[in-house]
């Protein structure tokens, strides 16, 4: 495992550094308002792409038991299935996306509207439709534990693809060209991803039998992709109508870097993912539950760590990657990073939940959206950004930090709200503990004015190696983070060993 995430790191590192120069250059030669036309258009497209309902997850678990049996019957029967769903579902998006067309300048506030912005719409369309081509392929090889080749042929071609992009954009200054380059790198991977099926899954034939299974599991993932939707895409879309384009590509800039470092924790949880699957179904409830607990602190710690890191650091670094663009304030950033520590944290609880097949919560994503809506739509209206991400913030509280564990806990482990209160307590003491002390250990470090990238390196390894060993000090603390960094050692010790 610790190849995998080695490799994954790499790769996501790579492909990330590219995107943020990309970005740069976009926004240099191309302006704020086309990259907030194209932040927008993701996130609209999101929306569209609701009718996708979740069938990924429910098709990875429904080819895990299948695939550790080697039963070719039932996988070849889940695969044509999961083929025959997402031809319809792309056929349906394309209709949908058409539809939308007249509704484009509602979302849009541009200080010249052309109807190139149709085109570009309709480009976009075609680019989230051809990736329905290879998810099958991603589905399937995901779940038999090859999430490994499925990164590396991603990043790889990502990367090549956005560097042809960045050479695009300085040299003809063209978003035609740039959505094309985005196609051609769909058409490639799903290439590649062909190849490696025809090569190792020659077992899997036609068969017009359908797997029934995967409906039931659809309907209640569908309404945690519809949380899920308003909760991730919908703050472009409310910026974008209660302020404007620029700010939306401003903003935009700063979810690159949230994103980044959750692509980065996601690295190591994508890896889990079907482990954790493969140890539910091996072991009881009280073996799972300790072991959710020592994930669970883990990633405390992680998100912790991050967090205060990016809270520090994130303003010096948008001011050297874009030059002379708009800072956001301390506060909009204290609120961005609020969400960003939930993002972290919130994964692992949902792999565990997932892994155990618990997709019928219906209630805590539609609870989640509506809150995250309500919230963002009446506090954007008067603060504008700010209000947008407190809607945010108030349904992480209520739905995330609360509502949804309460419901694991007594679902899974059968354990009550007096359990989700000592084991999540402890949590937020820990947090608060090590953010009042970071507060007064890193204050005397805190740079103003940085004007190299050299001296923000050096800046950001100075606050980091202060923040992860003030951090690992507090947590150490937790019983559960102690066990966990004991086991980690004792694997450790005789991997030397057998290695010796």
Same mark, same amino acid.
């Given at each position: 495992?610790?190849?995998?995430?080695?490799?994954?790191?790499?790769?996501?590192?790579? =492909?990330?550094?590219?995107?943020?120069?990309?970005?740069?250059?976009?926004?240099?030669?191309?302006?704020?308002? *086309?990259?907030?036309?194209?932040? @927008?258009?993701?996130?609209?497209?999101?929306?569209?792409?609701?009718?996708?309902?979740?069938?990924?997850?429910?098709?990875?678990?429904?080819?895990?038991?299948?695939?550790?049996?080697?039963?070719?019957?039932?996988? =070849?029967?889940?695969?044509?299935?999961?083929?025959?769903?997402?031809?319809?579902?792309?056929?349906?998006?394309?209709?949908?996306?058409?539809?939308?067309? +007249?509704?484009?300048?509602?979302?849009?506030?541009?200080?010249? #509207?052309?109807?190139?912005?149709?085109?570009? %719409?309709?480009?976009?369309?075609?680019?989230?439709?051809?990736?329905?081509?290879?998810?099958?392929?991603?589905?399937?090889? *995901?779940?038999?534990?090859?999430?490994?080749?499925?990164?590396?042929?991603?990043?790889?071609?990502?990367?090549? !693809?956005?560097?042809?992009?960045?050479?695009?954009?300085?040299?003809?200054?063209?978003?035609?060209?740039?959505?094309?380059?985005?196609?051609?790198?769909?058409?490639?991977? %799903?290439?590649?991803?062909?190849?490696?099926?025809?090569?190792?899954?020659? #077992?899997?034939?036609?068969?017009?039998?359908? !797997?029934?299974?995967?409906?039931?599991?659809?309907?209640?993932?569908?309404?945690?992709?519809?949380?899920?939707?308003?909760? !991730?895409?919908?703050?472009?879309?409310?910026?974008?109508?209660? *302020?404007?384009?620029?700010?939306?590509?401003?903003?935009?800039?700063?979810?690159?870097?949230?994103?980044?470092?959750?692509?980065?924790?996601?690295?190591?949880?994508?890896?889990?993912? +079907?482990?954790?699957?493969?140890?539910?179904?091996?072991?009881?409830?009280?073996?799972?539950?300790?072991?959710?607990?020592?994930?669970?602190?883990?990633?405390?710690?992680?998100?912790?760590?991050?967090?205060?890191?990016?809270?520090?650091?994130?303003?010096?670094?948008?001011?050297? %990657?874009?030059?002379?663009?708009?800072?956001?304030?301390?506060?909009?950033?204290?609120?961005?990073? !609020?969400?960003?520590?939930?993002? @972290?944290?919130?994964?692992?609880?949902?792999?565990?939940?997932?892994?155990?097949?618990?997709?019928?919560?219906?209630? &805590? +994503?539609?609870?989640?959206?509506?809150?995250?809506?309500?919230?963002?739509?009446?506090?954007? @209206?008067?603060?504008?950004?700010?209000?947008?991400?407190?809607?945010?913030?108030?349904?992480?509280?209520?739905?995330?930090?609360?509502?949804? +564990?309460?419901?694991?806990?007594?679902?899974?482990?059968?354990?009550? %709200?007096?359990?989700?209160?000592?084991?999540?307590?402890?949590?937020?003491?820990?947090?608060?503990?090590?953010?009042? &002390?970071?507060?007064?250990?890193?204050?005397?470090?805190?740079?103003?004015?940085?004007?190299?990238?050299? &001296?923000?390196?050096?800046?950001?390894?100075?606050?980091?190696?202060?923040?992860?060993?003030?951090?690992?000090?507090? #947590?150490?603390?937790?019983?559960?983070?102690?066990?966990?960094?004991?086991?980690?050692?004792?694997?450790?010790?005789?991997?030397?060993?057998?290695?010796?």
């Amino acid at each position: 495992m610790k190849k995998e995430v080695l490799i994954n790191f790499i790769l996501t590192v790579l =492909s990330n550094a590219v995107l943020f120069i990309q970005n740069r250059y976009f926004v240099q030669y191309m302006g704020l308002e *086309t990259l907030g036309i194209m932040k @927008l258009f993701t996130q609209l497209l999101a929306y569209l792409n609701i009718i996708e309902m979740g069938l990924g997850s429910a098709s990875a678990f429904a080819l895990y038991k299948p695939l550790a049996e080697k039963d070719y019957k039932n996988i =070849s029967i889940v695969i044509n299935t999961i083929d025959n769903i997402y031809n319809k579902i792309a056929v349906l998006l394309i209709i949908l996306g058409a539809l939308c067309i +007249p509704i484009i300048p509602f979302f849009t506030k541009v200080s010249n #509207f052309s109807n190139e912005i149709y085109f570009y %719409w309709v480009l976009y369309v075609l680019n989230t439709v051809s990736t329905y081509l290879f998810i099958k392929y991603v589905i399937l090889f *995901t779940a038999n534990q090859e999430f490994l080749y499925v990164r590396s042929v991603q990043s790889i071609s990502k990367s090549l !693809f956005q560097l042809l992009q960045i050479i695009c954009i300085i040299k003809y200054h063209s978003f035609f060209i740039y959505i094309i380059l985005l196609i051609l790198d769909n058409l490639v991977q %799903w290439v590649f991803f062909r190849f490696h099926y025809k090569k190792k899954y020659s #077992f899997i034939i036609k068969t017009k039998e359908k !797997f029934n299974g995967i409906k039931n599991d659809i309907k209640n993932l569908f309404w945690h992709k519809i949380g899920g939707l308003v909760v !991730f895409n919908t703050d472009l879309i409310l910026i974008s109508k209660f *302020t404007s384009l620029e700010i939306v590509g401003i903003y935009a800039s700063y979810q690159m870097i949230v994103q980044t470092l959750k692509t980065i924790i996601d690295i190591l949880t994508n890896v889990l993912s +079907p482990k954790i699957g493969n140890f539910i179904a091996k072991h009881n409830k009280i073996e799972i539950y300790e072991s959710l607990k020592k994930f669970n602190i883990f990633y405390c710690f992680i998100a912790t760590v991050f967090t205060y890191c990016m809270y520090v650091l994130i303003n010096s670094f948008v001011n050297l %990657w874009l030059v002379e663009t708009i800072l956001l304030s301390n506060f909009t950033i204290e609120l961005i990073c !609020f969400n960003l520590w939930v993002n @972290l944290f919130r994964g692992i609880l949902d792999k565990f939940k997932e892994g155990a097949g618990f997709f019928d919560d219906i209630k &805590s +994503p539609i609870l989640e959206s509506v809150i995250n809506l309500v919230v963002s739509i009446i506090l954007g @209206l008067k603060l504008g950004l700010d209000g947008v991400i407190i809607g945010t913030i108030v349904s992480n509280i209520t739905v995330i930090l609360i509502y949804k +564990p309460i419901l694991v806990f007594e679902r899974c482990f059968n354990k009550d %709200w007096k359990e989700y209160i000592k084991v999540y307590g402890n949590y937020l003491i820990l947090v608060i503990i090590s953010l009042i &002390s970071l507060n007064f250990i890193t204050k005397p470090f805190i740079q103003e004015n940085i004007t190299s990238w050299l &001296s923000w390196i050096v800046y950001a390894v100075k606050i980091s190696s202060i923040s992860l060993i003030a951090i690992t000090l507090i #947590f150490l603390l937790n019983k559960n983070f102690r066990n966990l960094l004991k086991e980690n050692i004792k694997i450790k010790k005789e991997h030397n060993k057998k290695v010796n």
